[in-house]
T-cell receptor, first 114, second 109 residues
């Protein structure tokens, strides 16, 4: 399968724990996006990368959220000290890059904070 | 004001009906526009790009009005399989894709 893959698909964690999600984009794609989606809402932009460079992180929901893409390939999204309000679907997408519109999404990681 | 606004619906239409969705965006520097489709509990997938001249793909027609910062999607001859959420997406000009809330469509027999 050469699509975008995310791991894990589901994560249940206790409030206050740290969680990390991984995204493997389509191999030739240099743009990588992270979104959060809650029920009844569209995907909410969090951050994105061009290769290993993080182009914007101001939309990350708080300083508990951080993302990396150290070698310009896979990316991780970490949430520290999780709260119940962090429960959501976290979606990763990748695209070929500048000016190329189609972004391909992974199936997402569903986070439940209990 | 939200960057991309859509009527969340739901739109409940019978098979064979024509239905139209609208979307407005706030950033006049936005460069490209798309409609994505999202099925229940699935990831979003590109339905079609939206060009200034308008474009058509089978039963689907998308139009863009840059002056009014308005995008539309028309679905003709609705099928049961068209039931989904339709997401309006705007490329902000820095290749940041911003999604609307989505419009839910339910086609009934």
């Amino acid at each position: 399968d050469t699509g975008v893959s995310q791991d894990p698909r589901h994560k249940i964690t206790k409030r206050g724990q740290n969680v990390t999600f991984r995204c493997d984009p389509i191999s030739e794609h240099n743009r990588l996006y992270w979104y959060r989606q809650t029920l009844g809402q569209g995907p909410e932009f969090l951050t994105y990368f061009q290769n290993e460079a993080q182009l914007e992180k101001s939309r990350l929901l708080s300083d508990r959220f951080s993302a990396e893409r150290p070698k310009g390939s896979f990316s991780t999204l970490e949430i520290q000290r999780t709260e119940q309000g962090d429960s959501a679907m976290y979606l990763c997408a990748s695209s070929l890059g500048q000016g190329i519109g189609e972004a391909f999404f992974g199936q997402g990681t569903r986070l439940t904070v209990v | 004001r939200k960057e991309v606004e859509q009527d969340p619906g739901p739109f409940n239409v019978p098979e064979g009906a024509t239905v139209a969705f609208n979307c407005t965006y706030s950033n006049s520097a936005s460069q490209s526009f798309f409609w994505y489709r999202q099925d229940c509990r699935k990831e979003p997938k590109l339905l079609m790009s939206v060009y200034s001249s308008g474009n058509e793909d089978g039963r689907f027609t998308a139009q863009l009005n840059r002056a009014s910062q308005y995008i539309s999607l028309l679905i003709r001859d609705s099928k049961l399989s068209d039931s989904a959420t339709y997401l309006c997406v705007v490329n902000s000009g820095t290749d940041k894709l911003i999604f609307g809330t989505g419009t839910r469509l339910q086609v009934f027999p």
